[in-house]
């Protein structure tokens, strides 16, 4: 807690003992007689006494170089890949399965390796989006793949590296002390500004970099740490130097009469409860809970950090007026995102909900305004009436655009020919489908009011946010292999859809589409059958669409009877590996194997994937959401 204007710094101690403890060994400061009465030391526990600002902007520009190389790279990376999957969509649009052969096999060996075991790699053997629970009540979250864990790494590495490059050649313990508690209180606050951009759902890096939210909510998550343990670091060199000089009694009289260190202790404080309230025990047991403390928690650190710096006039000010800018930029784009979507002079976005078997409910919103819409991505669901402003986001299953009469000011009714036969002006409107299983907080009070309907259909106002990922694009692959595990499947609805539609266009060169889709029991089959009815009656489903319908826990023998030899059912699990040796065999072109569902299905897909990297081109997608 560094000031340069606080009120202590320039406290003289008594001429019998102008030497104090920790506060000797003073180069540059005039010890001559003539000066013995006018001597001050240096107050290492306040101001900048100690801190070299010159070393602290050298780290930041460190940290913010290697950050913004990092991205660079990703940029290349991901141009590269864009530009082979571009010219592999042109080249294979009119082509036959045969002539995709080429597509088939990588050309190298590099980049095979690299996928295999870094970018799809778990952390250790197998597993990365199962959860780790210490019981079937207490889940402790999920493992980072191996690049997330490396990156992590080298993130915190970089920061004790930086929070070390210390004056060594000082002998004075107190100003090292100094050295210390300037630079983490520096750091502490750099870290806050990458904090805030990682945190937003309107993240520019999102669409730049091509990187899904999931995995910025998994740094935002670990920075955070990081930038707590250096505000306590901070805070606790700044206790050790201020014991030395004054003792615990300097320490309270701090704490109780000067408001630069009750705000710097305000916003410490705030972030060791923000890193013990946010273990995933707690947060996926009290999420709504959690996330409210949570953001007044945040709010309350960056407040205690910005008076902090405003009163102590410190260099980091312009760090602080950045992380508060990015953050009220961020929470206006989405009420612009919520207005525009909703909002209309005609009408607002209605809801209409439906109870489901397998409690669930189908959730349609009905929009005032067309939108553009991507295969598989996702929006933040309003259901005020049920959750007041809390939100969850929700992949979109289905959306359809539609012509619906525009009312106009003249409400005569017609006298001519004429006035008949004028057409009816209409407007387009969009109506989004989600699927919400039955959880605890929003989804369960939402099934138990649809359902206690006497028709099981419910309406009310709502609004969405979005549309948000749709990251991935699937048109240049000759094979699609789409993995769903209960309510995953509107995540991979939509891209069969897409795929046909772009299919019978001629605008895609996938020849081969497989959806494996796993569910308890065939009651679940009823969420989307009709999305899946308008699917099957494709003109060319037949010739490009496979479905494996897995029940694994079906009522009876009879339940589980395939009709066709496109549409399958199975009782048990799906083996992901057999299913993909086995098309592996037929394949067209490059293949990519998706999936959406629960962590340990995830995590076999994703076994089974990597089991075929360097045996054919095989990329890999994982559409998921730890929070």
Known sequence: MASAADSNA?????????????????????????????????????????????????????????????????????????????????????????????????????????????????????????????????????????????????????NIVYCCLLDYKNKNGAA??????????????????????????????????????????LFHRWIGRIVVLEAVAHTMAWAINMHAAKGFHGIKESFGGDSFIQYGLLATIAMVVILFQSPSAIRHA??????????????????????????????????????????????????????????????????????????????????PRPWRYTPGCHVYAYLPSVSLWMSHPFSIAWCEEHSVPCPTDDEKLPTTMADLDRSISTRTATSISLVMCKRTGMTAKLYNKASASPTGIITMYGAVEGPYGGLESLHSYGTVILFAGGVGIT?????????LAGHLA?????????????????????????????????????????????????????EVISRSETVQMFPGRANPRVIIGKEMESRVGAMAVTVCGPGAFADDVRAAARDQVGKATVDFVEESFTW
Request: hydrophobic fraction near 45%.
């Open 491 to 499: 995540h991979q609805i939509s891209h069969v859809q897409d795929l």
């Open 176 to 217: 090292l002390i100094a050295e210390v508690r300037g630079r983490t209180g520096h750091l502490s606050v750099v870290n806050m500004v990458p904090l805030i951009i990682l945190a937003g759902r309107n993240n520019p890096l999102i669409p730049l970099l091509r990187v899904s939210f999931d995995t910025y909510n």
């Open 10 to 158: 320039d406290f003289a101690y008594p001429k019998s003992t102008f030497i104090a403890p920790y506060t000797t060994g003073l180069n540059g400061v005039n010890l001559s007689k003539s000066n013995l009465s006018n001597s001050t030391t240096p107050t290492y526990y306040t101001g900048l006494s100690g801190v070299r600002l010159g070393t602290d902007e050298l780290t930041t520009r460190l940290l913010w170089f290697s950050l913004a190389g990092f991205c660079l790279l990703i940029v290349l990376g991901r141009l590269v890949q864009i530009g082979n999957a571009h010219l592999r969509h042109l080249l294979n649009i009119t082509s036959n399965p045969i002539q995709q052969a080429f597509w088939s096999r990588d050309r190298t060996t590099f980049w095979p390796r690299v996928k295999k075991d870094l970018l799809y790699a778990p952390l250790h053997k197998t597993r990365h989006n199962r959860e780790v629970q210490l019981s079937k009540a207490v889940n402790m979250g999920t493992l980072p793949s191996r690049l997330h864990m490396s990156l992590l790494l080298l993130y915190l590495i970089s």
């Open 286 to 367: 009290f999420y709504e809970t959690f996330l409210h403390l949570h953001q007044l928690l945040a709010f309350a650190a960056i407040l205690g950090v910005f008076v902090h710096s405003m009163k102590g006039h410190l260099p980091q000010q312009h760090y602080i007026n950045w992380m508060i800018s990015l953050w009220i930029m961020e929470r206006m784009a989405r009420c612009i995102r919520i207005v525009y979507r909703n909002i209309s002079l005609r009408q607002c976005t209605k809801v209409t909900v439906e109870a489901m078997p397998g409690e669930a409910c189908r959730v349609t919103f009905n929009l």
């Open 506 to 558: 001629g605008t895609v060169a996938t020849r081969k589409v497989i959806l494996v889709w796993s569910v308890r029991t065939t009651e679940t089959l009823e969420w989307v059958r009709p999305w899946m009815d308008e699917v099957l009656e494709m003109p060319n489903r037949k010739e490009v669409l496979k479905v494996l319908l897995f029940i694994t826990k079906p009522r009876n023998a009879r």
